[in-house]
């Protein structure tokens, strides 16, 4: 069997296409979608994911600022920044990339954001949202998998969704989408022990660890459709994911690519969430 690809590209391209539309709506009431992204110190990985983000807000007609801060930031100057786009009628979503330094506590500065503004989807409320099956912002890349799965029309009721992976804000949201669902999830970690036999049980496997080459062909059943979240670089400097994209192909039924694949829809999924933010702002 080889796998039919589900490309990140293209769905990201038809959804942002709608969210264009969107926008302009929004704007012919009076609206702009805003998106503030506040980067700290210069991660050169990070400088590229701030600016990938503020160009996919242009491409699609919403507002963006982009605030970047030295490395030496106390965290109090960054909570009073944070304070005031809380309080901006222009923003409806705020993005703080992380990592932020060691002398700031991610956690409360999170906490700090509005969270109905909260685009990212990693405040607690968000967070206990998703928990109770309740409305709220999703975290953008798994999120962003659900869309994949919804692209093939995927029924994930009683199907085994086996996710790799157990970080806030990949593993553990995507574990509780796919239940809301009616999935029968299996969460692994770096602590399970018979990984394998588990994924050979998937009909969904969820990769998100971080690892090159960590799911191999002989580890999935034929027809799983597979979802490539991993970020590394192979031998040659190239953008890789964690599966080993052409063994698997040779037996899963759907698989995403790396490039081109989760990536492209995490951000499309931050632009539907601003978007979504700013049309509840509306409403209000
Ligand atoms: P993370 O916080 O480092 O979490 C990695 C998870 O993998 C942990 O839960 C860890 O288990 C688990 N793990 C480690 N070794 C394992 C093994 N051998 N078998 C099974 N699980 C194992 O990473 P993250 O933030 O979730 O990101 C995961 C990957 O996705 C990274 O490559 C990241 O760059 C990428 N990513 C991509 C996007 C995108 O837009 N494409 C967005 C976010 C992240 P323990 O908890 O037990 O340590």
């Given at each position: 069997?080889?796998?039919?690809?589900?490309?990140?590209?293209e769905?990201?391209?038809?959804?942002?296409?709608?969210?264009?539309q969107?926008?302009a709506?929004?704007?012919?009431?009076?609206l702009?979608p805003?998106?503030?992204?506040?980067?700290?110190?210069?991660?050169?990985?990070s400088?590229?994911?701030?600016?990938?983000?503020?160009?996919?807000?242009?491409?699609?007609?919403?507002?963006?600022?982009?605030?970047?801060?030295?490395?030496?930031?106390s965290?109090?100057?960054?909570?009073?920044h944070?304070?005031?786009?809380?309080?901006?009628p222009?923003?409806?979503?705020i993005?703080?990339?992380?990592?932020?330094?060691?002398?700031?506590?991610?956690t409360?500065?999170?906490?700090?954001?509005?969270?109905?503004?909260?685009?990212?989807?990693?405040?607690?409320?968000?967070?206990?949202?998703?928990?109770?099956?309740?409305?709220?912002?999703?975290?953008?890349?798994?999120?962003?998998?659900?869309?994949?799965?919804?692209?093939?029309?995927?029924?994930?009721k009683?199907?085994?969704?086996v996710?790799?992976?157990?970080?806030?804000?990949?593993?553990?949201?995507?574990?509780?989408?796919?239940?809301?669902?009616?999935?029968?999830?299996?969460?692994?970690?770096s602590?399970?022990?018979n990984?394998?036999?588990?994924?050979?049980?998937?009909?969904?496997?969820?990769?998100?660890?971080?690892?090159?080459?960590?799911?191999?062909?002989?580890?999935?059943?034929?027809?799983?459709?597979?979802?490539?979240?991993?970020?590394?670089?192979?031998?040659?400097?190239?953008?890789?994911?964690?599966?080993?994209?052409?063994?698997?192909?040779?037996?899963?039924?759907?698989?995403?690519?790396?490039?081109?694949?989760?990536?492209?829809?995490?951000i499309?999924?931050?632009?539907?969430?601003?978007?979504?933010?700013?049309?509840?702002?509306?409403?209000?």
């Amino acid at each position: 069997m080889t796998a039919q690809l589900i490309n990140g590209n293209e769905l990201s391209k038809s959804i942002r296409a709608a969210l264009t539309q969107r926008a302009a709506t929004l704007k012919t009431k009076g609206l702009t979608p805003g998106l503030a992204v506040i980067m700290v110190g210069e991660n050169p990985a990070s400088q590229v994911y701030v600016r990938n983000k503020v160009k996919a807000c242009e491409e699609v007609g919403f507002f963006s600022s982009l605030d970047t801060y030295p490395q030496t930031i106390s965290e109090n100057e960054l909570l009073a920044h944070i304070r005031l786009l809380n309080g901006d009628p222009k923003i409806h979503g705020i993005l703080v990339q992380l990592p932020l330094p060691n002398h700031i506590n991610s956690t409360r500065v999170i906490e700090s954001i509005d969270p109905l503004k909260d685009v990212d989807g990693f405040h607690i409320s968000s967070a206990g949202a998703l928990l109770k099956g309740m409305p709220g912002f999703w975290p953008c890349t798994p999120y962003g998998c659900m869309k994949m799965l919804d692209s093939i029309d995927y029924d994930l009721k009683g199907k085994h969704a086996v996710v790799l992976g157990r970080s806030d804000i990949v593993g553990k949201p995507m574990a509780l989408m796919l239940l809301e669902q009616k999935a029968t999830v299996t969460i692994c970690h770096s602590s399970t022990l018979n990984l394998k036999e588990i994924t050979l049980q998937a009909d969904v496997i969820v990769c998100a660890v971080g690892k090159r080459n960590l799911l191999t062909k002989d580890m999935v059943k034929p027809g799983a459709v597979v979802i490539d979240v991993g970020m590394n670089r192979d031998d040659q400097g190239r953008l890789c994911g964690d599966v080993d994209f052409p063994g698997v192909s040779e037996v899963a039924g759907f698989i995403t690519p790396v490039p081109g694949g989760v990536g492209p829809m995490t951000i499309t999924m931050l632009l539907q969430n601003t978007l979504d933010s700013a049309e509840k702002y509306l409403c209000r």
